[in-house]
């Protein structure tokens, strides 16, 4: 069982498991999801998290995931400011609001054997340096705590703001790559329309090739 009550800050962010029993993760994850949509049965498009129960079913699998792997999906909140300068850092936690999600996926067989750093914010969150702070966060804490370093991140040629991110949390772009399973969520648009899969580094230790890059 995870411990829900880990976490790890930066300055303005708390960066926390997603919990399945948590009221403010449950309506967070309908608010991020509810523009998502995946084809039914009837081929009309339909919500991918369509209710409560389905945000919960999405929750306990990433706890899962997490709790399995190592790696998987991170909740970002805000945190309130600190009524006083001793406040307790797990009280301004429990308070914080989510504001995104932040992610360090280590894929399956067929992607190159290194985690990948992903992230999304709630629309009303973003332009405010929050993704890049999460990732930094993130980031640290695998360094410090499990030792990892080597990184990759993957965005589709059209995402200029994941791309800003991705260089401002001090990654370089090695190229466009046709990595099978990838293709088709990061680098599909909604509209059809088909883009590259840009694949970017930070801290490999070997040539790139090595890993099947
Ligand atoms: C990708 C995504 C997370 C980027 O979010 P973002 O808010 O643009 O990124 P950051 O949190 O790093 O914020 C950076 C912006 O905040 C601005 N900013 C404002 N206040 C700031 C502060 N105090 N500190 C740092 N930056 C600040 C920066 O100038 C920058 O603006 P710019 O992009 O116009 O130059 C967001 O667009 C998103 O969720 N997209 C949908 C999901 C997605 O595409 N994910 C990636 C899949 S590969």
């Given at each position: ?76 909140s805000l945190l309130p400011p600190s009524a006083e300068p001793d406040e307790d850092m797990a009280k301004r936690v429990e308070n914080a609001t989510p504001i995104g ?111 099947g890059l």
């Amino acid at each position: 069982m995870l411990d829900f009550n880990f976490y790890v800050t930066t300055p303005r962010l708390a960066i926390t498991y997603l919990n399945p029993g948590n009221e403010s993760h449950i309506a967070f994850t309908l608010e991020l999801y509810k523009n998502y949509t995946t084809i039914g049965a009837n081929g009309k498009p339909e919500r991918s998290i369509p209710d409560r129960a389905a945000a919960i079913d999405l929750l306990e699998g990433r706890a899962t995931q997490i709790e399995t792997t190592g790696y998987g999906r991170y909740g970002v909140s805000l945190l309130p400011p600190s009524a006083e300068p001793d406040e307790d850092m797990a009280k301004r936690v429990e308070n914080a609001t989510p504001i995104g999600l932040i992610t360090l996926n280590l894929r399956g067989p067929d992607t190159p054997p290194l985690p990948d750093i992903g992230f999304n914010l709630l629309t009303s969150a973003r332009g405010k340096g929050y993704a890049t702070e999460a990732a930094k966060g993130l980031m640290d804490y695998y360094d410090r705590e499990k030792g990892v370093t080597e990184l990759l991140g993957y965005c589709g040629s059209d995402n200029t703001a994941s791309m800003k991110v991705l260089r401002r949390a001090g990654f370089e772009l090695l190229g466009e790559r046709n990595i099978g399973s990838l293709m088709t969520h990061v680098s599909i648009k909604k509209n059809g329309q088909r883009h590259a899969l840009l694949v970017w580094i930070r801290g490999l230790k070997k040539d790139p090739k090595e890993y099947g890059l």
